[in-house]
T-cell receptor
Framework: TQLLEQSPQFLSIQEGENLTVYCNSSSVFSSLQWYRQEPGEGPVLLVTVVTGGEVKKLKRLTFQFGDARKDSSLHITAAQPGDTGLYLCAGVYTGGFKTIFGAGTRLFVKA | NAGVTQTPKFRVLKTGQSMTLLCAQDMNHEYMYWYRQDPGMGLRLIHYSVGEGTTAKGEVPDGYNVSRLKKQNFLLGLESAAPSQTSVYFC???????????FGSGTQLSVL
C-alpha cells in the first residue's frame, strides 16, 4: 500500500510561534506538492518541489524536499491567524500517472 | 475569474437514490478529476479524464460513473447512493496530468 503520512495531525499554536510539519513516505516521488485548504473550500496549491534537496520559500513558508525525494517538510516562521487551515501534501509518482494525498495537518493559530 | 465551479454545494439523498454532480472549468484544462475527502483519509481519486470523451478509473471508482462530453465539463453520477458515499466531493482540473491541480469548492453529500 502506497502511503503518504503527515505529522502532526493537529497543531494549535500562538501567533508568532514557529512550526514545522512533515510529509513522509517509503516511495520515491518525481515531485511533491503542498496545498492549503480552508473550511468549506477546496485545496489551493502553495508550491511544487521537484529536485531532491530543493528548498523553496514563499514569504514566511519554507518548503524542503528530501534528498531521496521520499519526504518533505513545511516550516512556517512567525505564524499568523491567517495561516490557519489544513495543509496537504501530494506526491506525484514517476511518469505522472498517479498522485497520492496525505491526510493533512490541521493548523490553528491563535491570536 | 471563476476557475472550477461545482454544483450543488450541499445535497442530501436517501439510500438508493441517484444524482449527478456538475463540474465546469473555464481554464481550458485538458485534465479533470473527481476526488472524495473523508476525515483522516485524505483525498482519494474516484475517476479522471485526460480529454474530451475520455474517462479512467481512479482508486475508488465503484458506485460512481462519469462523463466528459465537453472539454469544460466533467459530471459525476451516483447510480444508487449508499451511506458509505457520504463524503465531500471535489472536482479539479489541471494543465499537466496530476500536477498543479485547481480545485472547486466542494459538494457536501449526505446519504441517509
Amino acid at each position: 500500500t502506497q502511503l503518504l503520512e503527515q505529522s502532526p495531525q493537529f497543531l494549535s499554536i500562538q501567533e508568532g510561534e514557529n512550526l514545522t510539519v512533515y510529509c513522509n513516505s517509503s516511495s520515491v516521488f518525481s515531485s511533491l506538492q503542498w496545498y492549503r485548504q480552508e473550511p468549506g473550500e477546496g485545496p489551493v496549491l502553495l508550491v511544487t518541489v521537484v529536485t531532491g534537496g530543493e528548498v523553496k520559500k514563499l514569504k514566511r513558508l519554507t518548503f524542503q524536499f528530501g534528498d531521496a525525494r521520499k519526504d518533505s517538510s513545511l516550516h512556517i516562521t512567525a505564524a499568523q491567524p491567517g495561516d490557519t487551515g489544513l495543509y496537504l501534501c501530494a506526491g506525484v509518482y514517476t511518469g505522472g500517472f498517479k498522485t497520492i494525498f496525505g491526510a493533512g495537518t490541521r493548523l490553528f493559530v491563535k491570536a | 475569474n471563476a476557475g472550477v465551479t461545482q454544483t450543488p454545494k450541499f445535497r442530501v439523498l436517501k439510500t438508493g437514490q441517484s444524482m449527478t454532480l456538475l463540474c465546469a472549468q473555464d481554464m481550458n484544462h485538458e485534465y479533470m478529476y473527481w476526488y472524495r475527502q473523508d476525515p483522516g483519509m485524505g483525498l482519494r481519486l474516484i475517476h479522471y479524464s485526460v480529454g474530451e470523451g475520455t474517462t479512467a478509473k481512479g482508486e475508488v471508482p465503484d458506485g460512481y460513473n462519469v462523463s466528459r462530453l465537453k472539454k469544460q465539463n466533467f459530471l459525476l453520477g451516483l447510480e444508487s447512493a449508499a451511506p458509505s458515499q457520504t463524503s465531500v466531493y471535489f472536482c479539479a482540473s489541471s494543465y499537466v496530468l496530476f500536477e498543479k491541480l485547481f480545485f472547486g469548492s466542494g459538494t457536501q453529500l449526505s446519504v441517509l
